[in-house]
């Protein structure tokens, strides 16, 4: 069974351009989860979605935004880059949300590292 | 609210001595609590987790961690450390009505001499 697939894995964007990252998570998963990951602030949680909703938010500012398609695939954007924005984004799927099972462990991509210049 | 302090930003040990990761919590509920190990440019892989049934948790590749509610603690153990062990190692901690909002300590890193 394939995992969970972040594309692409680099990017390099100019302050004040947008972005989008993909998140394919593993096949039958319907929760994706996004964090960041730098080294001031370690790893910290953006959002997770269900079922193309939104259900938990981080304490982010509105810039970064996500979604989540019928097919469970996930996307996140962050608006107007700041070269703070600079990290590795790691996407991480499992079969519910925590909260309906204990027995649904998260697994986790490899990340899209974007440099913001 | 919850976090996570990992007490030792950096632990150096040689191949074949144990390993201890140390890591301490605070949670306002009953928490649930996990370690993650990364390797360099790889995602985060999980190694073991504590739901509130037995309070020593046994993980993979030879990992163990006890829950103690007393000390809030959740240290990370391992007898007999092997190269491949280096990494950064997670200590993390997550309401049980939080979905997959978790909540990572700052990371240890783990080197291993020959």
């Known amino acids: 069974k394939a995992g969970v697939t972040q594309t692409p894995r680099y990017l390099i964007k100019t302050r004040g351009q947008q972005v989008t990252l993909s998140c394919s998570p593993i096949?039958?998963?319907?929760?994706v989860s996004w964090y960041q990951q730098t080294p001031g602030q370690g790893l910290q949680f953006l959002f997770e979605y269900f079922s193309e909703t939104q259900r938990n938010k981080g304490n982010f500012p509105g810039r970064f935004s996500g979604r989540q398609f019928s097919n469970s695939r996930s996307e996140m954007n962050v608006s107007t880059l700041e070269l703070g924005d600079s990290a590795l984004y790691l996407c991480?799927?499992?079969?519910?949300?925590?909260?309906?099972?204990?027995?649904?462990?998260?697994?986790f991509g490899n990340g899209t590292r974007l440099t913001v210049t | 609210a919850q976090s996570v302090t990992q007490l030792d930003s950096h632990v150096s040990v040689s191949e074949g001595t144990p390993v201890l990761l140390r890591c301490n919590y605070s949670s306002s509920y009953s928490p649930s609590l996990f370690w993650y190990v990364q390797h360099p440019n790889k995602g985060l892989q999980l190694l073991l987790k504590y739901t509130s049934a037995a309070t020593l948790v046994k993980g993979i590749n030879g990992f163990e961690a006890e829950f103690k509610k007393s000390e809030t603690s959740f240290h990370l153990t391992k007898p007999s450390a092997h190269m491949s062990d280096a990494a950064e190692y997670f200590c993390?901690?997550?309401?049980?009505?939080?979905?997959?909002?978790?909540?990572f300590g700052g990371g240890t890193r783990l080197m291993v001499k020959p």
């Open positions: 096949s039958g998963h319907r929760s």
């Open positions: 993390v901690v997550s309401a049980r009505n939080a979905g997959n909002m978790l909540t």
């Open positions: 991480a799927s499992s079969l519910w949300m925590r909260e309906a099972s204990d027995n649904s462990p998260l697994h």
